[in-house]
């Protein structure tokens, strides 16, 4: 069989960039993935190095946050620390993004991120797409419907209109 080119290859679609702090509650949260298809203008990786210092280490100035966390026990304990320390440094999390990991979430991680939606501005389950792990630029994946709500429900909560475009 061979290959052949029906035509010229689609354009990439301009998106707007959010104004949007994205930050993960331990390293391989998603924020850079999140980061790339929301798509936000900061991504400031893992806080959980940064919670020693005892001021915050994020400066958004005004700008909504987004907290990212895997869906595991472990997770949910660091999401607890770091949504403390925020709040602590006056910082405000607009949402808690539960990016999974392709595992089902336990029933300890699920009673502790039930303990944190009264502390945050919403939380949001981001499903596992197993075809983001095979590329470089997360925005060539043709994301099923419900991470395309998941995404959308992020926008939501930070303030931004969301993206019909995917």
Request: aromatic fraction near 2%; include cysteine.
């Amino acid at each position: 069989m061979s290959l052949r080119q029906t035509g010229p290859a689609p354009a990439r679609r301009v998106r707007q960039v959010l104004d949007v702090v994205v930050v993960g509650a331990h390293g391989g949260a998603g924020t850079s993935t999140l980061t790339a298809l929301l798509p936000a203008a900061w991504d400031m990786g893992s806080i959980r190095p940064l919670l020693d210092l005892g001021r915050s280490p994020l400066r958004p100035q005004g700008r909504p946050v987004i907290l990212a966390a895997r869906n595991t026990a472990a997770a949910a304990k660091n999401a607890t620390a770091a949504i403390g320390a925020l709040r602590e440094w006056d910082e405000r999390v607009a949402a808690l993004a539960i990016v999974s990991d392709g595992g089902t979430e336990v029933r300890d991680a699920a009673a502790r991120f039930a303990l944190l939606e009264g502390r945050v501005g919403g939380v949001v389950r981001v499903p596992h797409v197993r075809a983001l792990r095979l590329v470089d630029d997360p925005c060539l994946v043709d994301l099923p419907g419900k991470a395309r709500q998941a995404l959308d429900e992020l926008r939501r909560l930070v303030g931004a209109p969301a993206d019909r475009g995917w």
